[in-house]
């Protein structure tokens, strides 16, 4: 299983590329948005 892991913040995303309840997504750009107290950041990741 591929993970995508990400480190641009000072906390670390993992993702396994499933939904939210659970299903794989297909290989694709994605865009992450995180938010973690006020700090809020938006990423475009590729996810294979």
């Known amino acids: 299983m591929n993970y ?3 480190s641009c913040w000072r906390h ?5 590329g499933g ?3 659970g299903r ?8 992450i948005f995180v938010q973690v107290g006020n700090e809020k ?3 475009r ?3 294979k």
């Open 4 to 6: 995508l892991h990400c």
């Open 12 to 16: 670390h995303v993992r993702w396994n």
């Open 19 to 21: 939904d939210q309840r």
């Open 24 to 31: 794989m997504l297909p290989s694709g750009l994605y865009f």
């Open 41 to 43: 950041d938006t990423k």
């Open 45 to 47: 990741v590729t996810f």
